[in-house]
């Protein structure tokens, strides 16, 4: 079965914290994505990647970045957590062949206090 | 970017009910999903179908790309069926999914 693993299910963090939110697939998937999902706003994806070293914005990058230095693992990171980036995080992966489903991590609920 | 739109917002059954939920989208898209996200936060792939029809168990979808609309049936609802539904798509120049706002159904026994 397909499995996209995040490491904390719950993390709680200090304004101006650098904070770490890892995700690692094992079906040898070629996309991952980093969603943020808040109430009434949905999901809003923050970066994806296409390919090991390869990272594309999202429509919300401010305050973000990401690392993918092996296929298998897609990081985020809160260079300085701040209030407003506490949310659920939710990790994603997909086959990178075209027409392929989405699968998802059980999501990181990060409050930043 | 493309537009998604999903109705109703909210939705409650009795268990055994039927339901329709609705994704509008507004550019054709190569790609379209549908997402049930459990209580617990669990987002579950449910459907991949950017046109066409398909069944899976008491649940299927009908995408009209044509006409830009997608609709997820539920039949013979169960309490396990609750939570947020969401629909998802990809225009031909994106690459990325867009989610539209979710449809949340609560079964009620």
């Known amino acids: 079965d397909v499995k996209v693993t995040q490491s904390s299910r719950y993390l709680v963090k200090r304004t101006g914290e650098k904070v770490f939110l890892e995700c690692v697939q094992d079906m040898d998937h070629e996309n991952m994505f980093w969603y943020r999902q808040d109430p009434g706003l949905g999901l809003r994806l923050i970066y994806f990647?296409?390919?090991?070293?390869?990272?594309e914005k999202g429509d919300i990058p401010e305050g973000y970045s990401v690392s993918r230095e092996k296929k298998e693992r897609f990081s985020l990171i809160l260079e300085s957590a701040s209030t407003n980036q506490t949310s659920m995080y939710l990790c994603a992966s997909s086959s990178g062949t075209g027409g392929e489903k989405l699968f998802f991590g059980s999501g990181t609920q990060l409050s930043v206090l | 970017g493309i537009q998604v739109e999903q109705s109703p917002p909210d939705l409650i059954l009795q268990e055994g009910a039927n339901s329709t939920l609705r994704c509008n989208f507004s550019d054709s898209v190569n790609n379209l999903q549908w997402f049930h996200q459990n209580p617990w936060g669990q987002l579950i792939n449910l459907f991949y179908i950017p046109s066409g029809t398909k069944q899976n168990g008491r649940l299927s979808a009908t995408t009209v790309a044509t006409e830009r609309y997608s609709l997820l049936y539920i039949s013979s609802s169960q309490t396990t069926d609750s939570g947020v539904y969401f629909c998802?798509?990809?225009?031909?120049?994106?690459?990325?999914?867009?989610f539209g706002a979710g449809t949340t159904v609560t079964v009620r026994a």
């Open positions: 990647s296409y390919d090991v070293k390869m990272k």
């Open positions: 998802a798509v990809e225009g031909p120049t994106d690459y990325k999914l867009s």
